[in-house]
């Protein structure tokens, strides 16, 4: 049986959920890619805030899975939107202050909580300061540990990492990365990236505007391939970069971890749902540079006549939040044989 969600202790305060905030606040030039509708302040180091996901996006509801849930990057997305905003709302970060992630965390506890209704989903967060940098009397970092809750019901928990750097000091880091090669910038990067793209229902996918991967292989027990820069999509690129952006690398290893388990474990794209994501960024990601995704999966342990995997769980996984089985997978993106951040992801097969 499946027990049920934590009920949030103490109450979060109230939320408004009649409009989004300021697109400037979230760092987005579209109004339609702004999920976040409120901040309320708990006390020093810790806030509320509150998104609406929608029931339909082109690329956040571009998704195979039946019964359909929200998009875990989208959840993803609302956290990173919560915490650029409270940023700039309760630490006095300057507008035109740079934004770095450092890292990016994600965990559903009960994901049949995030099933798509027949109304629009209200997401508040409970957001704690877990760590803040300060020079010279200037907030330059802060990391954010994220309770995420659906009515009264915990469902599961985020973590995100920013750094700050005035508009000088960021240029000074991206040239010292470079060795002085000025900046680029998505804007006028080609519309198309050589190779072949994977097929959308490989990677999960109806739409092969979505799709990121390209010349997916598969060897043994890993999966590799190159990562396709969609510098005109309106949601990971909405808006100029001068580099890859994180949600655009955590985005290509997800399909590749949903490649992955489809060609060496053989878990449908339709029933598969990422339910652990847990993203560490080392360095830029440089748009004129091939980003190499590499992907893992556990070995299978042999014991007689029988195959034992260690991520098929079965009813101790329901007791933990309604799904069958689950699947480990490690992925690392690199550049120049460099790694630029390295994902640990865990995908559920849901229940029909």
């Known amino acids: ?37 409120d901040l309320q302040a708990i006390d020093g180091s810790s806030y509320a805030a509150g998104a609406q996901l929608p029931r339909s996006h082109a690329y956040y509801g571009d998704h195979l899975l039946q019964p359909s849930c929200h998009d875990p990057l989208l959840i993803l997305e609302a956290c990173r939107q919560a915490a650029l905003a409270g940023a700039h709302r309760f630490f006095s970060v300057p507008a035109d202050d740079k934004f770095i992630l450092t890292h990016l965390r994600l965990r559903l506890d009960h994901p049949r909580l995030t099933y798509v209704g027949t109304s629009p989903f209200r997401l508040s967060m409970r957001i704690r300061i877990a760590s803040r940098k300060e020079r010279e009397n200037r907030v330059t970092g802060l990391d954010y540990e994220i309770d995420l809750y659906v009515d009264s019901s915990l469902i599961g928990s985020a973590a995100i990492g920013l750094r700050f750097k005035n508009p000088n000091g960021y240029l000074t880091l991206r040239l010292n990365n470079r060795d002085g090669m000025a900046l680029p910038s998505s ?80 878990l449908a794209p339709s029933k598969t749902l990422i339910t652990e994501l847990d993203v560490r960024f080392t360095r830029f990601g440089e748009l004129e540079d091939d980003t190499v995704l590499s992907a893992t ?56």
């Open 1 to 37: 049986m499946t027990t049920a969600p934590q009920v949030a202790s103490p109450a979060l305060p109230a939320l408004d959920y009649t409009r989004t905030v300021d697109r400037l606040l979230v760092h987005r030039d579209a109004l339609g890619e702004v999920f976040l509708t």
């Open 187 to 266: 804007a006028s990067y080609p519309a198309a990236t050589p190779g072949a793209p994977l097929t959308p229902h490989l990677v999960g996918r109806a739409n092969p505007d979505n799709v990121v991967l390209l010349d997916g292989v598969v060897i043994g027990e890993s999966a590799q391939a190159l990562l396709r820069i969609p510098a005109r999509h309106a949601s990971l690129f909405d808006h100029p970069q001068d580099h890859l952006p994180g949600m655009v690398i955590a985005e290509g290893a997800r399909q590749l971890a949903v490649f992955a388990a489809l060609n060496i474990r053989g």
């Open 297 to 352: 999966v556990p070995r299978l342990a042999m014991t007689g006549a029988e195959e034992i995997t260690d991520y098929t769980l079965g009813g101790i996984l329901d007791s933990r939040g309604g799904v069958d089985a689950t699947l480990p997978v490690h992925v690392e993106a690199t550049q120049k044989g460099e790694v630029l951040c390295s994902l640990d992801l865990v995908l559920a097969r849901m229940p029909a």
